[in-house]
């Protein structure tokens, strides 16, 4: 059975750091391409950030170019959101995806889903 299982989430004041990291199992994750996504609460779903398959090309948000890092280890099937100088709109569930194809801002174009993990950040 495939999984994405997110982790790092919290509480954290403006101008912290989090680091996500999200542990893929089930299948071979270095074939996939891999996301960050988020969802504000009564908001929808948005694109943080996207990476390649090697790694080697990333995409990101207007919203959190600069403060976020995208990266990923294969020898781990993980995937990792270092998040810098947090704000307080970056308060979201924050879900990790995989695509069998590219990345892209789009949802419908991920395969796999994790179950998201809360940040919280405090003004």
């Known amino acids: 059975q495939v999984q994405l299982v997110e982790s790092g989430g919290g509480l954290v004041q403006a101008g912290g750091s989090l680091r996500l990291s999200c542990a893929a199992s089930?299948?071979?994750?270095?074939?996939?391409?891999r996301g960050w996504f988020r969802r504000p609460l009564g908001k929808e779903r948005e694109f943080v950030a996207g990476?390649?398959?090697?790694?080697?090309?990333?995409q990101y948000a207007d919203s959190v170019k600069g403060r976020f890092t995208i990266s990923r280890d294969n020898t781990k099937d993980t995937v990792y959101l270092q998040m810098n100088s947090l704000k307080t709109e970056d308060t979201a569930v924050y879900y990790c995806?995989?695509?069998?194809?590219?990345?892209?801002?789009?949802?419908?174009?991920?395969?796999?889903w994790g179950q998201g993990t809360q940040v919280t950040v405090s003004s």
């Open positions: 990476i390649s398959r090697s790694g080697g090309g990333t």
């Open positions: 089930g299948t071979t994750f270095s074939m996939y391409a």
């Open positions: 995806a995989a695509s069998n194809y590219v990345y892209d801002v789009r949802p419908s174009v991920y395969d796999y």
